[in-house]
């Protein structure tokens, strides 16, 4: 019993030092880790109006999927960095006179012409090789440079501007978020569109025909008139990867999950950013509470004279190349909380639900905040008692991974009582 007893004291004291010595390093150390859930910047604004230079590169690589494939894929990362999907998101304030230069490595590279395109972004000065639509990077060390200033606020799609119909099926697309200057707690210039900086979240959609992206790696014909889907991913991740934190390390390629945490009744809205890089329209259907759309492709919605033209939506079809601004709040109209439901609601015993192979993101309890009591072998996935609801694609084809459902375009909202615990 002795040995046993210091075999569980052991950890428990490493653990307290391991914590003390986090919390006694000095701020000056380093800057902080990025947040396990919510948009990261790859460039982030800092509220003054400068000159932004990004080095970016054309790289090829692989992601995963929830059933086990792989996927070749094309996309841009940071110069010098590791392989990611999508590109990194590049944050901006407006009137920033951005460079943007683009690399195409001679080995690691993609073996073709790239570019880059800003829609959204006017006055776009580009040298490179001369394309169809702007400069490119030739194959094997060519490169080109893109340079313009951040305009309206909003959320943009950067994308290839070369061969778009395969360029774009491959991966070579990102986002670039315009902040108004100055505010970097609201979406726009209105204060109206302020949020929770803590509680931002990008979505960006894309579809995948895996016998395409076989083509391109094994150097066969591309016949984009052959194409079927069969993978949909948010940020990158197919569900249920899109749940899985930021720079999950099982997922080395694709860093940017899209789980959506909000606190019940929270007195500030958390800011949702859609954005579309695929070639196909996608009904996107957040459950829980409506969103509040404040903007399309980088545009406020008022009227002429200044109006509030904002609206509630449900499901929102996000057109291909199209991006939205929503603003959203779980407000707990049904008080699902501890005090008590003034509807009564009969839950069944826990010996008539049913668990998908004894896994549940059912707390045991009808409340938020609150955690009852599971038998032996279940694995109870809540932390808190929080709530979760679904967000996915109506269209239900793209709700699965290669005909295994469910997956594909799909992630959570998850609903706290901030009252209840820290996760």
Same mark, same amino acid.
């Given at each position: 019993?002795? %040995? ?15 914590? !003390?010595?986090?919390?006694?390093? =000095? ?45 070749? %894929? ?32 001679? $080995? ?6 790239? /570019? ?16 169809? !639509? ?67 979240? &990008? %979505?960006? &959609? ?58 019940? /009744? ?26 509040? $759309? ?16 904002? %609206? ?25 909380? /501890? ?53 996915? /694609? ?17 992630? &959570?909202?998850?609903?706290?009582? =901030? ?5």
């Amino acid at each position: 019993m002795l %040995m046993r007893a210091r075999q569980l004291i052991k950890p428990s004291l490493l653990l307290l030092v391991c914590a !003390f010595l986090v919390f006694a390093v =000095p701020a000056s150390a380093g800057p902080p880790a990025p947040p396990a859930i919510g948009m990261l910047c790859h460039v982030s604004a800092n509220g003054v109006v400068n000159a932004v230079t990004v080095n970016l590169e054309a790289a090829t690589g692989y992601i995963s999927t929830p059933d086990g494939n792989s996927l070749f %894929m094309w996309t841009y990362i940071p110069a010098g960095g590791a392989f990611q999907f999508p590109g990194p998101v590049l944050c901006f304030d407006q009137g920033d006179t951005v460079t943007v230069n683009l690399l195409n490595p001679a $080995v690691t590279g993609v073996p073709e012409a790239v /570019s880059i395109v800003f829609p959204g972004q006017t006055g776009v000065a580009a040298t490179g090789s001369a394309g169809l !639509f702007t400069a490119e990077a030739t194959a094997s060390g060519g490169t080109a440079s893109y340079t313009f200033t951040a305009g309206e606020p909003g959320t943009y799609l950067y994308e290839s501007g070369t061969a778009t119909h395969k360029q774009l099926e491959m991966g070579l697309y990102g986002v670039l978020v315009v902040r108004p200057a100055g505010a970097p707690g609201q979406a726009y210039a209105d204060p109206d569109t302020a949020f929770d900086t803590t509680r931002e979240y &990008l %979505m960006v &959609l894309h579809e995948i025909d895996p016998e395409l992206h076989y083509a391109v790696e094994d150097g066969r014909p591309y016949d984009w008139n052959t194409r079927h889907d069969r993978y949909w991913t948010i940020n990158g991740r197919s569900f249920p990867d899109t749940i899985a934190p930021n720079n999950a390390p099982w997922l080395p390629g694709q860093p940017y999950g899209a789980l959506v945490q909000v606190n019940v /009744s929270a007195a500030t809205s958390a800011l949702i950013r859609y954005a579309n890089a695929g070639t196909e329209n996608h009904p996107f259907h957040p459950h829980g509470n409506h969103l509040r $759309v404040i903007a399309r492709d980088g545009r406020l919605l008022s009227g002429p004279a200044g109006e509030d033209t904002s %609206m509630e939506a449900f499901t929102k079809t996000i057109g291909s190349g199209q991006t939205y601004d929503l603003l959203f709040k779980f407000t707990n109209v049904e008080s699902w909380t /501890s005090g008590g439901n003034p509807v009564p609601v009969n839950i069944p015993g826990l010996e008539n639900l049913v668990f998908k192979d004894d896994l549940t993101f059912y707390s045991g309890s009808p409340y938020l905040g609150e955690k009852g009591d599971f038998g032996a072998g279940t694995t109870e996935l809540n932390e808190c008692g929080e709530f979760y609801y679904p967000w996915h /694609s109506h269209a239900l084809n793209e709700f699965q991974n290669f005909d295994e459902g469910f997956g594909g375009l799909a992630t &959570l909202l998850r609903v706290d009582d =901030p009252t209840a615990c820290t996760p």
